[in-house]
Every structure is written in structure tokens, then in C-alpha cells.
DNA sequence: TACCCGTGGGT
DNA sequence: TACCCAAGGGT
């Protein structure tokens, strides 16, 4: 790899060698990603919601619902006039659900505030609900060819290592020292190509175990490598308990099949999506129906129970299936509604919910 | 600040 | 298997 003299870069901070950013810019234009669907227009309304996507979750996830995602809401306008069911509903099972309601929400907020045209600001992008500074410096670095830090998974893994910075990423302390690290290597030009560059060597060169040292147009100069094992960083996280939580799932069937769904509250687990009712104290399932819908309904049967788990603790869910023992009119409330098998759901329903749903059906 | 939020992939 | 973790942000 081609060695290129170091030189003071103006940052306002101090300044690093630039060769780390100049080696990225040159490595990414052969070797980076250039294909991903993103990556057609520098459009800044793509480029938000791939970014939004891409938070937690890996690449291969999201191609096919940015894709479908970009085809029903081609535009912020399509966005902000949707209803946020079938947001939720081209969301579903991309986890994270906070994330498609901050998108909507912020949608309104473009239409309202900056007429209808996504801000070019770093202020202004970060006053927007779901826009935090990493996201910010991707859509400024991407859209507007801004020089602006982003701090990712893989950026947090190439910078420990090439610094050899010790501590856990997550902890504030290391979290600044590394985000002053983004800034000090920011390139004088190319910034796009730099932070793709950057996240492709993160991704594809600089795994979390086993890197690919000898490919990496960073290696000369990596402290971990010098120390002879860039797997000791990024240090992982210290472990913490994992808590079981139970709830009781009322799967509740009319006399021709259809099936009684629940608006979840907007904030927790699976916010705003829909699923079964649930019934959250020790009463019988019977009397919790009554207690909450005025519907009446005996016990079919009590299905096993099944162990969800998520990064921070385990849902206990225990399927009641049940049936209303008098034909009921529509329920004349918004959070619930009769779901006809086979029908278009129109809605976010949770992956294990959906599960149940098509258990459901089939007994 | 520590915790919350989801789902799927990798080891 | 039981973890860790992924193009993080909100509270």
C-alpha cells in the first residue's frame, strides 16, 4: 500500500496523521462497497431512512426492506400522509419499532417545519426525533459532503484497535476518546468516500474475530496489531442479568374465525404494533376479557408456553386460546380491531406474535 | 448514567 | 449452547 506523507489537517482539534484517512480514500476506491441499494442517489431521504435501518442491524437484513420500504413511500410527502399502522406494517420484523414511529413522526416535522425539503444542518438533522450525531454525520457526510464524524460498530472497532484504546466502547469516557478520535481523522476532502471506506474496512476487514490484518490498508500503523492480538478490542461489554418477564396472550376467536387483535401501548416492548390482548394481572382469562373489552369467552385451551428472548431479558408467553360465547358487533374502539384470516393485515404485528397468529389459524 | 428497545447471524 | 453483536437513539 502506498505510503502518503503525513500533513497537518485544520480540524480545530489536533491533528492526526492524514495518511489514515488518505489510505481509506484510497483503498475504498477498489475495494469498498459500491453496490448497495442506498447507494444509487446521494438523495438525503434515502440516505435517512437506510441509515434509520442500518441502526443494529446488519446490511443483509435491511436490503429488502429498504427496498419495499422505498417503493410504497417514495418521498417524505408519501411518508408524512401514511398512517402509522402501515408504516409499522412495512417495518414489521426489522425490530427496533421506535425507529419507524421517529421516522414518521419526524416525516411531519420536514413537512411542517423546513417545507416539505430534509435539512442540510447538523443542528437541524439532530433536532429531529431518531437522528442522533451518528446518524447526523452519515446523512451530511453521504448527501451534502459535510465533514462530519460517524461512530458505528465498526468505526468503534477500527479506531480501539488502531489506537489500542482499552475499555469498554459503551462507557462514556472511552465513548468520548473515541469520538474526538473520529473527528481528529475526518480527510480535508472525499468525506463520503472516507466514512463509506471507513465502514467497509470495519465490515469486511477489520472483523471482530479473526481480521483480516494482512488485506487492511490500515495495518502498518495499528497499535493492536503491533501488540500482536486486535481481538482483545473493542473489550466487551461487562455481563448484566437477564430478567424473565411473564404475560398471558388471549387469543380470542368469534364464531366465524376472526381474531381480536390489540394496539399495544406506543411506549415498550413492541410500542404501538399490534398483538393479542394480554392480561397482565393473576385474574382468569374469562373475567380479564370481561374486566377490559366487556367480552364474554370461554377457554378453549391453554397452549404451552414459549421463552422469547430479547438482549436484555426473556418473554415468558403463555397462548390462552379462547372464544366468544355471543356473536359481538365491531368493537367500537381504535385500539382493537377483528382480524380476518387470510385478509391483508395492514398492520405491524411483532415476529413471534405473527408466529402465534399463523399457529392460530392453522389449529 | 444505566437501562430500554428486536430480530437474526455468527461462533 | 449461550453468548455477543449489528451503519444507535431515547429516556
Same mark, same amino acid.
Given at each position: 500500500?502506498?505510503?502518503?506523507?503525513?500533513?497537518?489537517?485544520?480540524?480545530?482539534?489536533?491533528?492526526?496523521?492524514?495518511?489514515?484517512?488518505?489510505?481509506?480514500?484510497?483503498?475504498?476506491?477498489?475495494?469498498?462497497?459500491?453496490?448497495?441499494?442506498?447507494?444509487?442517489?446521494?438523495?438525503?431521504?434515502?440516505?435517512?431512512?437506510?441509515?434509520?435501518?442500518?441502526?443494529?442491524?446488519?446490511?443483509?437484513?435491511?436490503?429488502?426492506?429498504?427496498?419495499?420500504?422505498?417503493?410504497?413511500?417514495?418521498?417524505?410527502?408519501?411518508?408524512?400522509?401514511?398512517?402509522?399502522?402501515?408504516?409499522?406494517?412495512?417495518?414489521?420484523?426489522?425490530?427496533?419499532?421506535?425507529?419507524?414511529?421517529?421516522?414518521?413522526?419526524?416525516?411531519?416535522?420536514?413537512?411542517?417545519?423546513?417545507?416539505?425539503?430534509?435539512?442540510?444542518?447538523?443542528?437541524?438533522?439532530?433536532?429531529?426525533?431518531?437522528?442522533?450525531?451518528?446518524?447526523?454525520?452519515?446523512?451530511?457526510?453521504?448527501?451534502?459532503?459535510?465533514?462530519?464524524?460517524?461512530?458505528?460498530?465498526?468505526?468503534?472497532?477500527?479506531?480501539?484497535?488502531?489506537?489500542?484504546?482499552?475499555?469498554?466502547?459503551?462507557?462514556?469516557?472511552?465513548?468520548?476518546?473515541?469520538?474526538?478520535?473520529?473527528?481528529?481523522?475526518?480527510?480535508?476532502?472525499?468525506?463520503?468516500?472516507?466514512?463509506?471506506?471507513?465502514?467497509?474496512?470495519?465490515?469486511?476487514?477489520?472483523?471482530?474475530?479473526?481480521?483480516?490484518?494482512?488485506?487492511?490498508?490500515?495495518?502498518?500503523?495499528?497499535?493492536?496489531?503491533?501488540?500482536?492480538?486486535?481481538?482483545?478490542?473493542?473489550?466487551?461489554?461487562?455481563?448484566?442479568?437477564?430478567?424473565?418477564?411473564?404475560?398471558?396472550?388471549?387469543?380470542?376467536?368469534?364464531?366465524? /374465525?376472526?381474531?381480536?387483535?390489540? *394496539? &399495544?401501548?406506543? =411506549?415498550?416492548?413492541? !410500542? $404501538?404494533?399490534?398483538?393479542?390482548?394480554?392480561?397482565?394481572?393473576?385474574?382468569?382469562?374469562?373475567?380479564?376479557?370481561?374486566?377490559?373489552?366487556?367480552?364474554?369467552?370461554?377457554?378453549?385451551?391453554?397452549?404451552?408456553?414459549?421463552?422469547?428472548?430479547?438482549?436484555?431479558?426473556?418473554?415468558?408467553?403463555?397462548?390462552?386460546?379462547?372464544?366468544?360465547?355471543?356473536?359481538?358487533?365491531?368493537?367500537?374502539?381504535?385500539?382493537?380491531?377483528?382480524?380476518?384470516?387470510?385478509?391483508?393485515?395492514?398492520? /405491524?404485528?411483532?415476529?413471534?406474535? *405473527? &408466529?402465534?397468529? =399463523?399457529?392460530?389459524? !392453522? $389449529?
Amino acid at each position: 500500500m502506498r505510503r502518503i506523507k503525513p500533513l497537518s489537517v485544520n480540524t480545530g482539534k489536533k491533528p492526526l496523521e492524514v495518511s489514515f484517512s488518505a489510505n481509506i480514500i484510497e483503498w475504498h476506491q477498489s475495494n469498498g462497497r459500491h453496490g448497495l441499494p442506498w447507494q444509487r442517489s446521494n438523495d438525503p431521504y434515502s440516505r435517512w431512512i437506510s441509515e434509520i435501518m442500518l441502526q443494529q442491524t446488519q446490511v443483509s437484513t435491511v436490503i429488502p426492506y429498504f427496498k419495499r420500504f422505498m417503493k410504497r413511500f417514495p418521498t417524505i410527502g408519501a411518508l408524512s400522509s401514511s398512517q402509522i399502522d402501515e408504516v409499522l406494517e412495512y417495518w414489521a420484523g426489522l425490530g427496533y419499532y421506535a425507529r419507524a414511529r421517529n421516522l414518521w413522526k419526524a416525516a411531519k416535522v420536514i413537512m411542517r417545519e423546513h417545507n416539505g425539503v430534509f435539512p442540510d444542518s447538523y443542528e437541524k438533522m439532530i433536532a429531529l426525533p431518531g437522528i442522533g450525531r451518528s446518524t447526523a454525520g452519515a446523512i451530511l457526510a453521504f448527501s451534502y459532503n459535510q465533514s462530519y464524524p460517524i461512530l458505528d460498530g465498526n468505526v468503534r472497532r477500527v479506531l480501539t484497535r488502531y489506537h489500542a484504546i482499552p475499555g469498554w466502547p459503551g462507557k462514556a469516557s472511552v465513548l468520548n476518546n473515541l469520538w474526538g478520535m473520529a473527528e481528529q481523522h475526518l480527510p480535508p476532502e472525499n468525506i463520503g468516500a472516507y466514512t463509506q471506506g471507513i465502514m467497509d474496512i470495519g465490515a469486511e476487514i477489520c472483523l471482530r474475530r479473526r481480521p483480516h490484518c494482512h488485506k487492511c490498508p490500515l495495518a502498518n500503523d495499528c497499535l493492536a496489531r503491533k501488540e500482536g492480538c486486535p481481538e482483545r478490542y473493542p473489550e466487551v461489554k461487562p455481563r448484566s442479568f437477564r430478567r424473565v418477564r411473564a404475560t398471558t396472550m388471549l387469543m380470542v376467536q368469534d364464531e366465524v /374465525g376472526n381474531i381480536l387483535l390489540q *394496539r &399495544r401501548p406506543s =411506549k415498550g416492548i413492541w !410500542g $404501538a404494533l399490534w398483538s393479542f390482548p394480554e392480561c397482565f394481572s393473576d385474574k382468569e382469562p374469562e373475567q380479564c376479557l370481561f374486566e377490559q373489552l366487556s367480552l364474554e369467552a370461554n377457554v378453549i385451551s391453554r397452549w404451552q408456553h414459549l421463552l422469547h428472548s430479547f438482549t436484555h431479558f426473556d418473554l415468558e408467553i403463555h397462548p390462552i386460546q379462547l372464544r366468544l360465547t355471543k356473536s359481538q358487533e365491531v368493537l367500537e374502539s381504535r385500539d382493537l380491531v377483528w382480524y380476518k384470516p387470510g385478509s391483508r393485515l395492514g398492520r /405491524g404485528v411483532a415476529a413471534p406474535v *405473527r &408466529r402465534l397468529l =399463523k399457529q392460530l389459524q !392453522g $389449529a
